[in-house]
């Protein structure tokens, strides 16, 4: 007969509250009973396991639904246990005793007789409940410490009868037979205090019971009970209501201006536990427009904030508003519908009527896909939307936002985006503090929401409009660096119906949950123009155990959710933290435009342009880069205080069928610290008069020469595509051939990570260059990051004979992945003729590496240009950039180099034959270099570029 050893912690439905008269004593989606701030969490382990409990835990098989009576109220859940793999089943069962008590039992049914080793019920206690206070065990003092001691600072109880907890108001009381061991779960990190309750059951079934009464009430019977019972005075659930279902002080306008906010107020009366839960609470607005159209969407539970010396606080009593933005003039009705656990209400519907807005302030609408062009964003007014901005995704108070938002608008800027979690200033769900906390699952924090208001009004005032991140990887991920599970709500551990971070992304009851969330969300901000999109999520796949196909499907289920509820219609996207995204999710209809994120390029330019018109050409959808960077700890982007890399980002996406420019992530750290916001006016004012919603541009060609004739020799430049952590073509040895006409061939498995021979010796990959030298040259190696885990060595070879070993040493001694202290050009002559060179790393571990074999004759310049060309209708017939390549922060600042002057280029564009006009531009002052006139003639125009450093822009005009 084998032992069972898997933690059974999440049923598959979300828990409701039982009744008003028992508003202290809840039950959560896990079947977890909590009363006052504590969790009472049953479990039972396998032998041999090792890990974490949340790894242990079972998943499930079947689940039931609550079972409801008059006075009882049951849930219960079939578990198929990871080990065993046998099915057991959980239920836990709530019963009225009187009138002021009730009754949990929990059963566990085991029917293949399966001997349980041992079981627990958990008490997890806030550590702020019960530090520095003593517990009483068995009449006997046992304080918990202010600190945490290596020791427990309570022995283990072989035979416990009594246990007494202090509480804020009272004390819960423990009495029958029962182990006790005591853990301080500030040796984990934790904010808790655990007392594990050791029940040692002699049968199938496992059945404990909790008895929840007022101080006094039913003490004597307690010491001789042979279960244990706990005795508290239970405190109120925030705004838990039992009265007949009312509205009172109903305030709705009688006009309202199109494409305004209407805001209409109610206070309700009812019975219910969660006036956030529409299965609680529902009041249900419904607004019909002069065409008949209707708009359905829940009103939400508000309460006021006050804000002085730039802190916010809450006051006065909560109650529901409904907001909506009309999109047509004339008279609309308004009609309000409630639903609590008892009876519906149906209130008579009101009118009001809808004006045009201000002369001269018609709005232009919210974000939509132009109609036009596939791969822009339009207004409901048909105007171009074309983001320039950057991330503001959290900040320290608003008063940040005040500051950013400012000097983002005067210089321009209409974009930025903002996660809503998790755990920040706009942060809805998190941990509740205590019982008094409304906060939670289905609970939202009412502060951090209006903050959410606050940010929305004022980015309108400034005409930005905010990608709404909805949420991110980090409340789902255990593993990451980043990762913030341990304080995810959504964690059983903390009452949550997952057992696994996994489990939110698979399982019914994390769904409906998040779906609950969404409603708010759309409810609350959804009428608000300066919303540009609904982002779910923020680099999703570094999320537990990701999948393409599960990610798929969730964001497939979650998009079709919301669009179904938001009568507004507001764009949708998600987030990948790798460049190349996920093509099964982001294939998606219902995903209407599509984000990358970079922070592998010294040249956000190249890298940027790249991805860009691959993604345009395969998804024939928007796209823009939602964040970039040079690192993603910041390091080198915070030596760039002129901007150069921002600059880059910035101009790339307007000319390489980007819908938007690149969107920076360093906003706290280079940006305004660097006072670098006069970077965003150039480009704001070069695209602001383009109407790229209704041009049709493609791609194209724009060949550079010089009247003179001369010759350049221009760097080949060679960089690995792949970036494998484990067996892959990229992790062997390369051999890679650069022809004498700068051809390369071989490099399709070449990795940008050079591994090194000790921590990964099967993935050492050395690569060897075949090269042809027209003249006396160099063979560069170009490094860009070492791994700080043991450091690497460089060694380049020519011929057979090593020329360069530089070894790269982690100076701060700390492993955080990558050190930039040694980033740069190491470099090995090279004679005219035939070489085999070889690359390799001798160190411990990896790092990032380019290469620059030879340099090549051409007729052209070292010049990287990209245009976009559409000769029919009004707007540019064609927009052009030309960038110096070693404008970039690999070259200027890691290796010293400047950029030369420009002086006498030609370019030539294929444009119909007739008139043009020109508008050179200073990409970096935002000045117009030289205008003038030009003629294409035979489907040619030719150009003269003006001198320039750097890089410079063009518009062409048709006509004169």
Not at 84 to 95: D, I, P, T
Not at 568 to 582: A, F, R, S
């Amino acid at each position: 007969m084998s032992y069972l050893r898997a933690l059974l912690a999440c049923l598959l439905f979300a828990g409701t509250a039982f009744a008003a008269d028992f508003a202290g004593f809840q039950v959560d989606g896990c079947g977890n009973l909590s009363v006052d701030g504590i969790r009472f969490v049953p479990t039972l382990f396998e032998p041999g396991w090792t890990g974490t409990v949340p790894e242990a835990s079972s998943f499930v098989h079947d689940a039931g639904f609550p079972k409801l009576t008059a006075d009882a109220q049951e849930y219960a859940g079939a578990f198929k246990l990871r080990k065993a793999g046998k099915a057991v089943r959980l239920g836990v069962r709530l019963e009225r005793v009187g009138e002021r008590s009730l009754t949990a039992v929990w059963r566990l049914e085991n029917p293949d007789g399966l001997e349980l080793l041992e079981s627990w019920v958990n008490l997890v206690l806030p550590l702020a409940m019960v530090k520095g206070k003593a517990l009483r065990v068995d009449g006997k003092e046992a304080p918990i410490p202010e600190n945490f001691l290596t020791k427990n600072p309570i022995p283990t109880q072989a035979a416990c009868r009594r246990l007494e907890i202090p509480l804020a108001e009272g004390r819960l009381v423990l009495a029958g037979t029962f182990a006790a061991n005591f853990q301080d779960d500030r040796v984990f990190k934790g904010e808790t205090f655990t007392i594990r309750l050791r029940i040692d059951p002699r049968s199938e079934a496992l059945a404990l019971s909790l008895r929840i009464a007022a101080e006094g009430d039913g003490a004597k019977d307690m010491a001789a009970a042979p279960v244990m019972k706990a005795m508290v005075r239970p405190p109120l659930r925030p705004w838990a209501q039992e009265n007949a279902l009312s509205v009172s002080g109903f305030s709705a306008p009688e006009a309202a201006q199109v494409f305004g906010r209407y805001e209409a107020d109610l206070e309700v009366k009812g019975t219910f536990q969660n006036p956030f839960d529409p299965e609680d609470l529902e009041v249900r607005a419904v607004f019909t427009s002069p065409t008949g159209n209707k708009s359905i969407l829940p009103a939400f539970f508000y309460r006021n904030v006050v804000r002085s010396n730039k802190s916010e606080r809450l006051e006065g009593e909560p109650y529901f508003k409904v907001r909506f933005t009309p999109t047509e003039t004339g008279s609309w009705t308004l009609a309000l519908s409630l639903k609590d656990r008892k009876s519906r209400l149906d209130l008579p519907p009101k009118r009001f009527s809808c004006t045009p807005a201000a002369p001269g302030k018609a709005p232009r609408g919210f974000v939509r896909l132009s109609k036009a062009n596939p791969n822009y964003f339009a207004f409901d007014d048909g105007s171009t939307c074309f983001p320039v901005g950057e991330n503001v995704c959290w900040g320290q108070s608003l008063a940040d936002y005040d500051e950013w938002f400012d000097k983002l608008a005067a210089a321009g800027g209409n974009f930025a985006r903002i996660w809503v979690g998790p755990f920040d200033l706009f942060t809805l769900e998190r941990i509740p503090t205590g019982s008094r906390d409304a906060a939670g699952l289905v609970g939202y924090d009412l502060l951090n929401a209006w903050r959410m208001d606050y940010v929305l009004d004022l980015a309108a005032r400034k005409g930005i409009t905010i990608l709404f991140c909805i949420d991110s990887f980090n409340s789902f991920a255990s593993k990451s660096a980043h990762g913030l599970w341990d304080r995810c709500p959504y964690n059983a551990e903390h009452g949550g119906p997952c057992a696994g971070a996994r489990d939110f992304f698979t399982e019914a009851a994390p769904k409906a949950i998040f779906k609950k969330r969404l409603s708010y969300i759309v409810a609350r901000y959804g009428h608000h123009p300066a919303v540009f999109a609904w982002e779910f999520f923020n680099e999703v796949e570094q999320v537990d155990g990701f999948t393409p196909e599960i990610y798929r499907d969730w964001h497939r289920e979650m998009a079709r959710f919301l669009r179904g509820i938001d009568p507004y219609g507001h764009l949708q996207t998600t987030g990948w933290g790798h460049t190349k995204g996920e093509p099964l999710s982001d294939a998606l209809p219902e995903m209407d435009f599509l984000q990358s994120h970079s922070y592998s390029s010294m040249d956000s330019a190249e890298f940027i342009a790249k991805y860009s018109l691959e993604k345009a050409a395969t998804f024939q959808k928007p796209h823009f880069f939602g964040e970039f960077g040079l690192d993603t700890k910041g390091i080198v982007d915070g030596k760039d205080g002129e901007g150069i890399h921002l600059h880059n980002g910035l101009w790339a996406g307007i000319f390489t069928l980007s819908a938007g420019t690149g969107m920076l992530w360093w906003w706290n750290t280079l940006v305004n610290p660097s006072n670098l916001y006069h970077r965003f006016a150039p480009p704001a004012a070069f695209v602001k008069e383009i109407p790229f919603a209704s041009k049709h541009y493609a791609p194209a060609a724009a060949p550079l020469s010089t009247k003179s004739g001369r010759a350049f020799f221009n760097p080949v430049s060679v960089k690995g595509l792949q970036s494998a952590w484990g067996p892959h073509p990229s992790n062997r040895p390369q051999r890679i051939t650069v022809a004498a006409d700068g051809t390369v061939t071989g490099a399709e498995n070449l990795s940008r990570n050079l591994h090194g021979k000790r921590n990964h010796a099967d993935w050492n990959n050395p690569a060897t260059f075949f090269v042809e030298c027209a003249r006396e040259d160099r063979f560069g190696v170009v490094v860009a990051g070492v791994s700080t885990y043991g450091g690497a060595i460089l060694q380049i070879s020519v011929d057979g004979v090593v020329r360069l070993v530089k070894p790269f040493t982690n100076h701060a001694m700390v492993q955080s992945g990558a050190s930039r202290d040694h980033d740069g050009l190491y470099a090995v002559p090279l004679s005219p003729g035939k070489h085999e060179v070889t690359v390799d790393n001798l160190g411990a571990d990896w790092f990032e590496v380019s290469y620059e074999p030879v340099s090549v004759k051409r007729s052209a310049p070292p010049l990287f240009t990209w245009a976009l060309v559409d000769a029919a209708g009004p707007g540019p017939a064609a927009l052009l950039w030309i960038k110096d390549p070693v404008s970039s922060v690999e070259n200027m600042l890691l290796r010293g180099e400047r950029p030369a002057r420009f002086e006498d280029l030609v370019v030539s564009l294929r444009l119909p034959d007739g008139e043009y006009r020109l508008e050179w531009w200073n990409t970096w002052t935002g000045a117009l270099v030289r205008g003038g006139q030009a003629r294409s003639q035979g489907g040619v125009l030719r150009l003269e570029v003006p001198g320039f450093e750097r890089d410079v822009a063009l518009k062409v005009m048709p006509g004169r």
